[in-house]
């Protein structure tokens, strides 16, 4: 049976690992993820496990590979991706890396550290070159005025004017172009208005060294008198960052400090470029490997962090774990620790032992890329209890069925077929872009589904002759105009009666395209599919209880099929599939070719005789027709029907409380007569002394007691007088539920029909030259309109609809959903965690 | 009413605030973390909690300081987004709650200068929430009056330190007094910028404010035993906001040892327990201790109230003494100081 009907068949198995082969084994079980380990040491804190120092050491790694890729994006390196085989490092590889990164590390950092002191450097001489440039125009100024004023002085001689400038002293430098504001009003604070600033602005921006970023500056220089004031203005200036140059004093020498800045500069620059080609080449060399390093690192890690969850022997000799593995794969298990063994040279092999256990193990159903989208919708729901028939299969086809009943339109449903199919045709190319993107990443994890979705919903769409909310007359329809060319025109209304207009055959797929003419067409349509949703529903839903007999059947409870099963069929048959059978006898018996008895007036009404079925009441019998009945004895047949049905209710209510409690108080007799204990168990808890606690579980397993707890009659007959009423109940509530089959394909399709008549027929009716712009733009309106509302809102709705009858109309049926997911220790999984824990 | 449209402003920063608060460390973390051995390990449990990898990018081996700067700098990176995200009047509220850290900051600066320290030597120790634009260059004065008239005057601390131009010059006792009157000034300011608020903002930052005051108060009572301080001058540093005020100010300032302190203590129940639990011995907890639980008491409360901003005030308080924590915690571990490891002070 495919593995694919109910989980995977999965067995605890205990591994007992010699210290040097386990590293290598536990790298092949990685590469494989075919095995869930369990933590050994839950109450043993993180930081005293064994191998943490290892873990630590690869966290010191990755924090050293962090560091180097930081470095790379700084210089705008290209990162190639990791070869996808790169395989777990042995030990001794292992330590050549650490030894690798190390330097590689340490170069780097001396690299970064030399390129900072020299961009250092590089920065001062730049600033001191633009404020010897800069401050050229004010001295220039300050000269000029100075003369102008020693026009003016009564004191003519030169020495005199040299002395006054010379005690104007002033400070120069550059400062951060947001920070001037307040320096200004700073220095204005301290001196009272006594010094004067000028500034210029730098137009290029300058590069912070340690962080790269580029900062605007702003050139100053303060003049002030007195030697108090200089050192408090260098005090401000030192407080606001501004880094102050010694400038001299006179014209002639501040040309040859610049004429030595620029020559200095120039050298710089050279040095400087080295320094660049270097950092280039290490890291060149180091980009090539990195991804490949970071993988062998995070898969080294992962190794350590699934050593910490193993003890170790009392011996001190090997390594044992536990974990669970699928009864499938358990070779491929074996092999890889015989491989991890052979690796090393150990003289030793490891061995897998598989254990007995009463723990519930986890629930893995093995999909491949297409299956996978159905299972993930049936997980979101609950996980299913370990062993249960897994909805998942049935739903790869009922699921897009339904869908496409609800969103009945071959126009919509081929937009979606042809998008769904692009997602699945460019799937490899497509599944290498990674994007945070939630919406794309659904999209496109349910391309299968959305295909499938699409199919159907052409399907349907011939069916009720839809395409884009017009009908399509392919095969010619089967009705003709009986009447004349004037009483055409007469009339606004006139009736086509079906002896005159119907040629007797009907139209051969689907819905007559008469039909899409006829004022009554909604009422045709609405009794047509609502019907048809009760009988989907009434279907699904009797194979949604039979599922339950394989989980009877599997889960060795055989007797409730008695039970539980046969009631709950009998149930739903004897009421609601004979409703859907009358609705499909009144299909075929009645029609308007017939005579009076089997003509349409005399059909009845289905709900009313259901109603009255179950009422016992009697409605009047029509003028003309014989009876109310469709065929004989039918009163008969419908009063055997209910009290059978009713019949079923004590059963579902007491015989599975009852049939507990006989098999509870037999147990207890045989526990009496034969003592509690029981041999195997102790003989199994002997040999797996090493390892007490699952031991006692296997224990526990050999006991052959279904029930630990007391049981208790009264709580067994509560709970299942609660299922009993929840199931009477919900056969009536879930398939009026499936009526939204039936409401929300109407909706489609009069949504579709009031953007085609309101929208584009507006459109296509105008006339003239405005008719061709006029119909440009609006077709655009109507397409869009179409996509976005008709596509993705009505197809959401139909989808989650689907969703819902599936989760609680099929599966409430007899699905458990208690189960927990399987967890396997796979390196690719590890990895795809990780690199998504990054984007984020 | 006031509630009803808290959430317009205030919805998202709240939210988020008391998202930041379920990461404040429970007692089971505390218990792991006082079982480290090395700060490696304490290292590898905090990756566990909220501060995930905040120390993954620091070479080994750790020192406690690099574990300080980490703390406070998520910290301030959190505190920051949320002052960034604000509007009136939350952004003035938060920006209140910085000024005690800028308070701190320049009468550290002014000590500083006046120890001979180096200015760049200094400025790494100020505490990042409370730097400002003019703080590097306070060196340049040497009177308070300068201090004011070319520093501070541009800060929104200039109100607060009108009172303290008279002082002369600036040796250590005046410093003191300066700081006791900037703190002063700031606190009556801001309770009664919270009392402006109304609303619950009012009801549960009063409190919080109420008993900042009363403790200011206590312990400049007893630390000035034996200095050169004045009764009077004492008094005139007592904030006026708490529930000591009046009379219980009144009695502080007639005091003269401690034993007069606790008998003013003992008709305010809250201050009693307090000072009844408290002791130098070793194994009893210091009166420092007790106030620093009954402010964690108090914050804790606030969160217990929706539509307020009490929560921010109150996270930024028990997130600084997490970090407390954990640094004495680091602290014993690193100096193999075991005894005195549970002397932590847990919040939840």
Redesign the interface.
């Known amino acids: 049976m495919g593995s694919f009907f109910r989980s995977e068949e999965m067995v605890l198995c205990q591994l007992f690992l010699q210290p040097e082969a386990a590293y290598t084994s536990i790298a092949q079980l990685g590469e494989m993820g075919v095995v869930q380990f369990r933590d050994l040491n839950t109450e043993v804190s993180s930081f005293q496990r064994k191998f943490v120092s290892e873990v630590r050491r690869h966290d010191e790694l990755e924090r050293k590979l962090r560091y180097i890729e930081t470095e790379m994006v700084k210089d705008g390196f290209e990162i190639p991706e990791a070869p996808s085989d790169t395989k777990v490092p042995n030990p001794r590889e292992s330590a050549d890396l650490e030894n690798h990164l190390e330097k590689t590390e340490s170069e780097l950092l001396e690299v970064s550290q030399n390129a900072v002191n020299l961009k250092n450097n590089f920065l001062e001489l730049t600033e001191l070159r633009h404020v010897l440039e800069k401050t050229k125009g004010f001295f220039d100024e300050q000269e000029s005025s100075a003369h102008g004023e020693s026009g003016k002085s009564l004191i003519h001689d030169e020495a005199g004017q040299q002395s006054t400038r010379a005690r104007l002293g002033f400070v120069a430098g550059v400062i951060e172009r947001e920070r001037v504001p307040a320096f200004e009003r700073m220095l204005w604070r301290i001196s009272r208005g006594n010094v004067f600033l000028r500034q210029a602005e730098l137009n290029d921006p300058l590069e912070d060294p340690t962080t790269g970023h580029q900062i605007y500056k702003t050139v100053f220089v303060a003049f002030f008198q007195g030697e108090q004031l200089k050192s408090r203005v260098r005090k401000v200036c030192a407080g606001f960052h501004a880094s102050v140059y010694p400038c001299p004093h006179l014209p002639e020498e501040r040309a040859a400090t610049l004429e030595g800045v620029r020559t200095r500069l120039a050298d710089l620059n050279m040095v400087l470029n080295q320094t660049q080609d270097h950092r280039l080449r290490v890291l060149t060399s180091a980009a090539k490997d990195l991804q490949m390093w970071t993988v062998m690192v995070r898969k080294m890690k992962a190794i350590y962090h699934a050593l910490n969850m193993f003890n170790m022997d009392v011996t001190q000799k090997c390594l044992i774990g536990e974990c669970w593995a699928p009864l499938a794969d358990l070779q491929r298990v074996r092999q890889a620790l015989a491989d991890g063994s052979k690796e090393v040279g150990s003289s030793i092999p490891s061995f897998l032992q598989v254990i007995d256990t009463k723990e519930v193990p986890p629930t893995y159903n093995r999909t491949n890329k297409f299956t996978k989208a159905f299972q993930k919708l049936i997980d979101s729901y609950g996980v299913s209890s370990y062993g249960e028939v897994n909805p998942a299969l049935y739903t790869i086809i009922t699921f897009p069925f339904l869908f496409a009943v609800m969103f009945g339109d071959a126009g919509h449903g081929l937009i979606v077929t042809l998008f769904g199919l692009w997602m699945v045709l460019k799937e490899k190319s497509l599944m290498k872009i990674k994007t945070s993107s939630e919406f794309w990443n659904i999209l496109f994890g349910g391309r299968y589904i959305i295909l499938l979705m699409g199919l159907f919903s052409i399907y349907t769409g011939f069916i009720y002759n839809d395409v884009l909310s017009r009908g399509m007359n392919i095969f010619g329809s089967r009705w003709i105009n009986p009447y004349n060319a004037t009483t055409l025109s007469d009339n606004e209304n006139l009736e086509i009666n079906p002896y005159e207009g119907y040629l007797g055959t009907p139209y051969y797929f689907g819905i007559d395209p008469a039909w899409m003419l006829a004022e009554n067409k909604i009422i045709f349509l609405n009794s047509y599919k609502m019907k048809m949703s009760i009988i989907f529903g009434v279907v699904h839903m009797i194979f949604g209880v039979c599922l339950s007999v394989v989980n009877h059947r599997h889960f060795g409870n055989k007797i409730y099929i008695l039970l539980e099963f046969v009631p709950q069929l009998l149930f739903l048959v004897l009421l609601f599939a004979y409703m859907a059978f009358m609705m499909l006898i009144k299909w075929w018996l009645y029609g308007p070719f017939d005579e009076q008895r089997w003509s349409p007036g005399c059909a009845p009404s289905i709900l009313i005789t259901f109603i009255n079925m179950l009422l016992q009441s009697k409605s009047e019998v029509l003028k003309g027709c014989e009876t109310e009945f469709m065929f004989p004895y039918q009163y008969w047949v419908q009063i055997a029907c209910v009290l059978l049905a009713v019949l079923c209710v004590p059963v579902m209510l007491f015989g599975k409380p009852i049939y507990l409690s006989i098999k509870n108080k037999r147990a207890l007799k045989r526990e009496s007569l034969h003592g509690h204990e029981n041999p195997q168990g102790i003989e199994l808890s002997e040999e797996l002394g090493l390892n007490p606690e699952p031991a006692k579980k296997g224990m526990g397993g050999h006991g052959g007691h279904d029930d630990d707890e007391e049981f208790s009659f009264g709580e067994a007959m509560v709970h299942q007088s609660i299922h009993t009423i929840e199931y009477v109940l919900s056969t009536v509530s879930h398939t009026a539920s499936y009526l939204r089959l039936w409401a929300l394909s109407l909706a489609h399709s009069q949504l579709s029909e009031v953007l085609w008549t309101k929208v584009l027929k507006i459109g296509l009716s105008i006339k003239g030259p405005a008719g061709p712009v006029a119909i440009f733009l609006i077709f655009g309106a109507w397409a869009c309109l179409t996509i976005s509302i008709l596509v993705l809102m009505e197809g959401l709705s139909a989808f989650l609809h689907t969703l819902r009858l599936h989760w609680v109309e099929f599966m409430n049926k007899f699905y458990q959903g208690e189960g927990y997911a399987f967890a396997p220790f796979s390196f690719k999984k590890i990895l795809k965690h990780e690199s998504s824990e990054e984007d984020a | 009413m006031l509630g009803s449209f808290f959430n317009i402003d205030g919805g998202y920063l709240e939210g988020l605030c008391r998202g930041f608060k379920c990461g404040i460390l429970k007692q089971a973390d505390y218990l792991?973390l006082v079982?480290?051995?090395t700060l490696?390990?304490l290292k590898?449990?905090l990756q566990?909690t909220d501060y995930g990898n905040f120390l993954?990018?620091?070479?080994?081996p750790l020192a406690v300081s690099v574990i300080d700067d980490k703390l406070r700098e998520k910290l301030v990176i959190e505190f920051q987004h949320m002052r960034n995200h604000a509007v009136e009047p939350l952004s003035t509220f938060l920006d209140f709650i910085t000024y005690s850290y800028m308070i701190d900051n320049i009468i550290l600066l002014i000590t500083g200068t006046l120890h001979q320290r180096p200015?760049?030597e200094l400025i790494p120790k100020c505490h990042p929430l409370g730097s400002f634009?003019?703080?590097?260059?306070?060196?340049?004065a040497a009177t308070p009056a300068?201090l004011y008239?070319?520093?501070l005057?541009?800060t929104p601390l200039a109100p607060f330190f009108v009172d303290c131009i008279s002082e002369q010059d600036l040796d250590e006792m005046n410093i003191e007094i300066i700081r006791n009157t900037l703190y002063k000034a700031y606190l009556e300011a801001f309770f009664a910028f919270c009392k402006d608020l109304g609303g619950t903002t009012a009801e549960s930052m009063c409190e919080i404010l109420a008993f900042e005051a009363d403790r200011r108060a206590i312990i400049i009572t007893i630390n000035s035993f034996g200095t050169e301080l004045t009764k009077d001058d004492r008094v005139k540093l007592y904030p006026k906001v708490g529930k000591l005020y009046p009379d219980g100010l009144a009695a502080l300032a007639r005091a003269d040892d401690y034993e007069q302190v606790k008998a003013v203590a003992e008709y305010y129940a809250e201050y009693r327990a307090l000072f009844e639990g408290a002791g130098n011995n070793p194994g009893e907890k210091t009166l420092e201790d007790k106030f620093f639980e009954h402010e964690v008491r108090l914050n804790v409360n606030a969160f217990l109230q929706q539509f307020h901003f009490g929560v921010f005030y109150s996270y930024l308080k028990l997130k600084e003494q997490e970090c407390r924590n954990v640094v004495w915690i680091a602290e014993c571990v690193a100096q193999k100081h075991r005894t005195k490891i549970d002397n932590y002070i847990p919040i939840f």
């Open positions: 792991n079982q480290c051995e490696e390990d590898l449990h566990g993954a990018n620091e070479p080994s200015i760049s634009e003019q703080m590097e260059a306070i060196h340049v300068e008239n070319a520093v005057v541009d």
